[in-house]
């Protein structure tokens, strides 16, 4: 089991920054993977960004490539993701999603652990 504690989502202007956070505590020794997945009313989930165990090499979804960057705190047991340009089209409740090792950046589709989502709203 991983727990998940999302942050930092808020309400900014179109072309503005925020930053996102996530805390993941688990009992097990294993490393885990982590990803942040996006979601609006009436759609499905989709996936935004993941990066692995070691935290390099983020994977990132085309729309938000070189606007989003994944990296991540070990020591803190956190991940962050720093949102810049942002689009009304950003505007979702962002989750952070958690797969214990093995697990691969490119290939985390069905994470099972999940946090709560923080609403990032982004005006035009």
């Known amino acids: 089991q991983v727990d998940l504690v999302e942050s930092g989502g808020g309400s900014v202007e179109a072309g503005g920054s925020l930053t996102l956070s996530c805390v993941g505590s688990?009992?097990?020794?294993?490393?885990?993977?982590m990803g942040w997945w996006r979601q609006v009313p009436g759609k499905a989930r989709e996936k935004v960004a993941t990066v692995s165990t070691g935290g390099v090499n983020p994977v990132y979804a085309d729309f938000v490539k070189g606007r989003f960057t994944v990296s991540r705190d070990q020591p803190r047991h956190t991940m962050y993701m720093q949102m810049s340009d942002l689009e009304p089209a950003d505007t979702a409740v962002y989750f952070c999603a958690a797969e214990f090792f093995p697990c691969n950046a490119v290939h985390m589709d069905n994470p099972p652990y999940w946090g709560r989502g923080t609403q990032v709203t982004v005006s035009s």
């Open positions: 688990t009992a097990s020794r294993r490393n885990y993977c």
